[in-house]
């Protein structure tokens, strides 16, 4: 928790605020998707794994990745825009 603070200290309090509310949402809508593919968007985007390490983890060819972290991109913004109407 401290790292969040340091990197938004410049950030005023209805900013942070914000932020924090956005990446409670973003949560709320990838707990929403199907594992697999959730699975690959965490580990490409949170854990900034290659598309050729998440195709060694998953045993399935590079391009099956793409297509999934792709379909997955699609459906989470699906359930995000859904459930966040105002967005």
């Known amino acids: 928790n401290e790292n ?32 697999d ?10 854990h900034e794994c290659s598309v050729k390490e998440i195709a060694e983890i998953f045993t399935i060819s590079e391009s099956a990745v793409k297509m999934r972290i792709n379909r997955g991109l699609k459906r989470l913004q699906k359930i995000y825009l859904r459930d966040n109407p105002d967005e």
């Open 4 to 35: 969040v603070h340091s990197q938004d200290i410049h950030l005023g309090q209805p900013e942070f605020l914000e932020k924090k509310d956005e990446q409670m949402r973003l949560v709320s809508a990838l707990d929403k998707l199907d594992p």
């Open 37 to 46: 593919s959730r699975e690959v968007l965490i580990l490409r985007y949170r």
